[in-house]
């Protein structure tokens, strides 16, 4: 399978996309665009757009 590195979807504080290194079929990556070691730490605006 040929990895693809393009984003799948992006909102304001997450990026979605396929994992190039390891490119398994329907395996998508969820980056937060800001680092945070604990849920708890993302602001209200961000575990909504987690949550959506």
């Known amino acids: 399978m040929e990895p693809?590195?393009?984003v799948i979807t992006?909102?304001?504080y997450f990026h979605a996309h396929?994992?190039?290194a390891y490119p398994i079929?329907?395996?998508v990556i969820l980056a937060s665009k800001r680092h945070f070691t604990s849920?708890?730490?993302m602001t209200?605006?961000?575990k909504m757009d987690y949550i959506t």
């Open 4 to 6: 693809d590195a393009q």
């Open 10 to 12: 992006e909102s304001e």
């Open 18 to 20: 396929q994992d190039v």
């Open 25 to 27: 079929k329907g395996l």
């Open 39 to 41: 849920f708890d730490e």
């Open 44 to 46: 209200e605006e961000e």
